[in-house]
């Protein structure tokens, strides 16, 4: 299953200045590693033991997936990832 | 003080003074830092007193270099009232009400936005944006205009109606999104790598959050140089409590003031409390909720600074906690009754929690209290319709005798 994962501005640098990347996987956990197996600089900067560093936010086709499962969310065939900072915004 | 640099606020990863909000190599949120060598405290204060009537009189204390120049919008030296009355009411000692809806677009958004737009300009950017509940959207389209910069908003699309009213004049873009705040902050965090404009609450947030210090600030100088023991207020993303006490560990630091950090209490509404949630659970994590509650302005799922905030009131000795739509209903009714003070829903929840706190019994009498009150009671007219009945008569004496009878006799 084809899954496109999009990468902040910010960390493009890791990814040779790709912004999206087409992987394999059937949840959100096995597309990351898919993702840090092509750019291993990726891993160490958005996750830490294993799990999201606290101040990223993962999205499923727009859906937070802490309002799902995790990592294991799972994913379709064609279903975009997308990783950002979530230090933003603020009243 | 001499501004520095972007330092990363969980690893300490430092970055020059640019458009940047978080680490490249944690993600965790980027903070101004100062260079406070050779500041004397003494002429510090005097500097202060001389300045502007405004936060522009905190100047040495916020991100730029060289003084500002003269900003025909600025913010700033808000009331600071005492009421007694309030006080008596709740059984409390001393309280003191900040109203900050004394802003030039009638809340507190006022001294963060003309921080950002200052630095926006500074940075050389045209066009200012970003993520709002509200209070925000008047703000930065209020200051964009003044500054003669295009702007973009941001809002929930299903806002009240006198927040869209209160922005769309100004002659922004003013954009609606069909989704609620966290959406529409998914979306301007997208867009910022993708646009050339100064979010000010996202790619500008470290500069923005800044000017949430001036509040702290001014609170010291108008009780006399003097810190208040307990501070309750509103959090939303968290920003501006954690603001309050970084501004006040300042000057603490420099000498300007004397004491310590201030109890620390926060206050959420029931339909969206992640951050009272976390608090009650001991935990440092915010889980985040999809918010249902009439105080929009504070409708954040998702806090930014929930973790900072939980630290501070853990810290202190406070707490945050969290009241019900009818509990802000009668907040915002109980600030207007006894202060002359109409606040929006975030003032409810802000005084609901005050109320709160006071009947459990955890303010002491001898206690120094101040209160935020954030944002103005007109931009959130449908939560007093309910609040009383109005007399309608004839115009007649008669009629008049009739409808008032049983409060003459009494």
Known sequence: MSITVKIPAQLRTATGGEGELEVEGSTVGEALDAVFDQHDGLRERITQDGDLRRFVNVYVDGEDIRFQDGLETSVNDGDEVTILPAVAGGE | ?410
């Open chain 2, 1 to 410: 003080m001499a501004v520095r640099s972007l330092n990363c606020k969980e690893c300490g990863a430092g970055y020059e003074l640019g458009a940047a909000f978080f680490c490249e190599t944690c993600f965790g949120p980027l903070e101004v830092a100062y260079d406070n060598s050779g500041m004397d405290a003494e002429e510090a204060k005097r500097k202060i007193q001389a300045g502007s009537r405004g936060i522009w009189r905190y100047s040495d204390f916020l991100p730029f270099e060289g003084e500002r120049p003269g900003d025909p919008l600025e913010p700033g030296l808000t009331p600071l009232v005492r009421a007694d009355r309030l006080a008596e009411r709740l059984g409390m000692g001393e309280v003191w009400i900040k109203n900050d809806a004394a802003n030039p677009t009638h809340s507190f958004k006022d001294r963060v936005v003309a921080v950002a737009v200052a630095k926006a300009k500074e940075l050389g950017f045209e066009t200012v944006a970003c993520a709002s509940t509200g209070n925000l959207a008047n703000a930065v389209a209020a200051h964009a205009a003044a500054a003669g910069l295009s702007s973009y908003v941001f809002v929930p699309a299903d806002l009240e109606e006198q927040k869209l009213l209160a922005t769309g004049i100004y002659g922004t873009n003013l954009v609606g999104i069909r989704g609620n705040y966290d959406d529409v902050n998914r979306l301007c965090t997208e867009l910022s790598a993708e646009r050339p404009w100064a979010f000010v609450n996202v790619n500008l947030r470290p500069y923005y959050a800044e000017g949430s210090k001036t509040l702290a600030y001014e609170t010291i100088e108008q009780l006399g140089w003097q810190i208040p023991d307990r501070i309750v207020g509103p959090i939303a993303s968290g920003s501006m409590f954690t603001k309050l006490g970084r501004g006040i560990t300042e000057w603490l630091e420099l000498g300007l003031v004397e004491g310590e950090l201030p109890t620390f209490c926060g206050a959420q509404a029931e339909g969206c409390s992640p951050v009272a949630t976390a608090f009650a659970d001991g935990t440092s994590v915010c889980k985040p909720q999809r918010p249902d509650t009439i105080a929009k302005s504070l409708a954040i799922g998702d806090p930014a600074d929930g973790p900072y905030a939980l630290d501070l009131a853990r810290s202190t000795g406070g707490s945050i906690e969290s009241v019900t739509d009818d509990e802000i209903t009668a907040g915002i009714r109980l600030l207007a009754e006894t202060t002359g003070i109409f606040t929006e829903t975030a003032g409810g929840v802000t005084m609901g929690v005050l109320e709160k706190l006071a009947r459990r019994g955890d303010i002491d009498s001898d206690e120094r209290v101040v209160v935020y009150i954030t944002g103005e009671g007109l931009k959130t007219l449908d939560a007093a319709r309910e609040s009383f009945r109005m007399h309608e008569i004839d115009p007649t004496l008669a009629d008049f005798e009739r409808e008032f009878a049983a409060e003459v006799v009494a």
